[in-house]
C-alpha cells in the first residue's frame, strides 16, 4: 500500500492492481453509502466485549512516537487523491499522550499549493529505495493474524477530508492478479473505522471489508449499516475489530454492531495496521468537497491509543 515508495517489482505491480481496484472500490463504496443510520444508543438487546479472556499483546499510548513500529507512507509523488503526504512536525506528532495527524492547506508546500496530511503504518515489509523516508536500522513494525484491534480516537470535523483506521494484508498475493478469487482467505481490507460523512452533518461510522482485489474486476465489498453516535469529531470514542477464523465482529464504544464472515472465509494471514487521512477529489466525490473548509485551520484526527490482544489461550501461536 505504499504507493510512493520504490519497492519490489513484484511487490509494485501487486500495489498498481490494488490501486485500481481501489478506485472502482471507491466508486462502489460512492454509489452505496446511503445506508440505513441505527443509533448507537438504540440498539436493542446490547452486546459488549467482554476483555476477561484476553489479553494485550501490543499497546501504544503515543507518550512519544516509536518510529521502530510506525513508519511513513509517501505514496507516489507524495500525493493521493488529492492529499499531499509528508512526514514532519507539522503534520504527524505527539503532544500531551495523544498521537496528532493534522491536516493543513499550504499555499507553499513541497509539492505545491493543496491539502498536506500524514499517514502511518505498522507493515514489516522493508521497502527498498525510499531515498526520503527509510525506515531505521531497528525497525520493527507489527502484524498480526486473528484477535482484537482497538482505536480510542477523535475524527477531523471537515467535509472531504476524512480519518481511518484499518487494516491490510502483510503478503502481495491479495493485491496481485495473483490473488485467489471468491475468497477472502488470502487477506482483505478491513475498514475499522472511517469518518467519512461529515458533509451529511452526521457523526457516524460505517465498517466496510473489501475482498478480490484484482485489476480485472471490481472487488467484492461488504459494509454495514451507519452507526449515529455521539460527536465523534469533539469526543473521544473507540472502535474496535475481533477477527477469528468464521468472522469478523465489530464494536463501537464497546457495543456490538456487525458481525460477517464476508468473503467466503475470513483472512488466513497476518495483516498489518494503518492510521490515515484521506483528501477527496473527483475520485470520490461522496465524502464531499474539502476546498469548502476553512483553508484557515487544521483538521486532527487524535488518537489516544491503539491496543491490540488475542485470546489467552492463542498467546503461543
Same mark, same amino acid.
Given at each position: 500500500?505504499?504507493?510512493?515508495?520504490?519497492?519490489?517489482?513484484?511487490?509494485?505491480?501487486?500495489?498498481?492492481?490494488?490501486?485500481?481496484?481501489?478506485?472502482?472500490?471507491?466508486?462502489?463504496?460512492?454509489?452505496?453509502?446511503?445506508?440505513?443510520?441505527?443509533?448507537?444508543?438504540?440498539?436493542?438487546?446490547?452486546?459488549?466485549?467482554?476483555?476477561?479472556?484476553?489479553?494485550?499483546?501490543?499497546?501504544?499510548?503515543?507518550?512519544?512516537?516509536?518510529?521502530?513500529?510506525?513508519?511513513?507512507?509517501? !505514496?507516489?509523488?507524495?500525493?493521493?487523491? =488529492?492529499?499531499?503526504?509528508?512526514?514532519?512536525?507539522?503534520?504527524?506528532?505527539?503532544?500531551?499522550?495523544?498521537?496528532?495527524?493534522?491536516?493543513?492547506?499550504?499555499?507553499?508546500?513541497?509539492?505545491?499549493?493543496?491539502?498536506?496530511?500524514?499517514?502511518?503504518?505498522?507493515?514489516?515489509?522493508?521497502?527498498?529505495?525510499?531515498?526520503?523516508?527509510?525506515?531505521?536500522?531497528?525497525?520493527?513494525?507489527?502484524?498480526?493474524?486473528?484477535?482484537?484491534?482497538?482505536?480510542?480516537?477523535?475524527?477531523?470535523?471537515?467535509?472531504?477530508?476524512?480519518?481511518?483506521?484499518?487494516?491490510?494484508?502483510?503478503?502481495?498475493? =491479495?493485491?496481485?492478479?495473483?490473488?485467489?478469487?471468491?475468497?477472502?482467505?488470502?487477506?482483505?481490507?478491513?475498514?475499522?473505522?472511517?469518518? =467519512?460523512?461529515?458533509?451529511?452533518?452526521?457523526?457516524?461510522?460505517?465498517?466496510?471489508? !473489501?475482498?478480490?482485489?484484482?485489476?480485472?474486476?471490481?472487488? +467484492?465489498? =461488504? !459494509?454495514?449499516?451507519?452507526?449515529?453516535?455521539?460527536?465523534?469529531?469533539?469526543?473521544?470514542?473507540?472502535?474496535?475489530?475481533?477477527?477469528?477464523?468464521?468472522?469478523?465482529?465489530?464494536?463501537?464504544?464497546?457495543?456490538?454492531?456487525?458481525?460477517?464472515?464476508?468473503?467466503?472465509?475470513?483472512?488466513? +494471514?497476518?495483516?498489518?495496521?494503518?492510521?490515515?487521512?484521506?483528501?477527496?477529489?473527483?475520485? +470520490?466525490?461522496?465524502?464531499?468537497?474539502?476546498?469548502?473548509?476553512?483553508?484557515?485551520?487544521?483538521?486532527?484526527? +487524535?488518537?489516544?491509543?491503539?491496543?491490540?490482544?488475542?485470546?489467552?489461550?492463542?498467546?503461543?501461536?
Amino acid at each position: 500500500m505504499i504507493m510512493g515508495c520504490k519497492m519490489e517489482i513484484g511487490y509494485i505491480i501487486g500495489l498498481s492492481l490494488f490501486l485500481i481496484a481501489t478506485a472502482v472500490a471507491l466508486l462502489i463504496y460512492g454509489i452505496r453509502i446511503k445506508t440505513d443510520n441505527v443509533l448507537l444508543r438504540n440498539i436493542s438487546n446490547k452486546k459488549y466485549f467482554n476483555e476477561s479472556d484476553w489479553q494485550i499483546v501490543w499497546q501504544d499510548n503515543f507518550d512519544t512516537l516509536d518510529r521502530t513500529m510506525w513508519k511513513f507512507n509517501a !505514496h507516489e509523488n507524495g500525493k493521493r487523491n =488529492a492529499g499531499y503526504y509528508v512526514d514532519d512536525e507539522n503534520h504527524i506528532f505527539t503532544q500531551g499522550g495523544y498521537l496528532y495527524i493534522r491536516t493543513t492547506w499550504e499555499e507553499n508546500g513541497k509539492y505545491g499549493a493543496g491539502f498536506y496530511t500524514g499517514w502511518l503504518e505498522t507493515a514489516k515489509t522493508r521497502y527498498t529505495d525510499n531515498y526520503d523516508y527509510p525506515e531505521p536500522d531497528n525497525w520493527l513494525g507489527f502484524n498480526q493474524k486473528f484477535g482484537y484491534f482497538e482505536i480510542r480516537c477523535k475524527c477531523p470535523a471537515a467535509e472531504g477530508i476524512w480519518s481511518a483506521f484499518w487494516l491490510l494484508p502483510e503478503n502481495t498475493k =491479495a493485491l496481485s492478479e495473483d490473488d485467489e478469487l471468491g475468497t477472502g482467505k488470502d487477506g482483505v481490507e478491513i475498514d475499522i473505522m472511517e469518518s =467519512a460523512f461529515y458533509r451529511e452533518k452526521l457523526s457516524k461510522v460505517q465498517h466496510v471489508i !473489501h475482498a478480490d482485489y484484482n485489476a480485472t474486476h471490481a472487488p +467484492v465489498s =461488504a !459494509h454495514s449499516q451507519g452507526y449515529l453516535l455521539d460527536d465523534m469529531y469533539h469526543e473521544f470514542h473507540t472502535y474496535a475489530l475481533e477477527w477469528n477464523e468464521k468472522e469478523y465482529i465489530f464494536y463501537v464504544d464497546g457495543i456490538e454492531t456487525w458481525r460477517t464472515d464476508h468473503y467466503n472465509g475470513t483472512s488466513l +494471514v497476518e495483516q498489518y495496521l494503518i492510521l490515515s487521512v484521506e483528501v477527496g477529489n473527483d475520485n +470520490v466525490p461522496w465524502a464531499g468537497d474539502p476546498n469548502h473548509n476553512d483553508k484557515s485551520k487544521c483538521y486532527d484526527f +487524535v488518537i489516544d491509543y491503539i491496543k491490540v490482544m488475542k485470546k489467552r489461550d492463542c498467546i503461543d501461536e
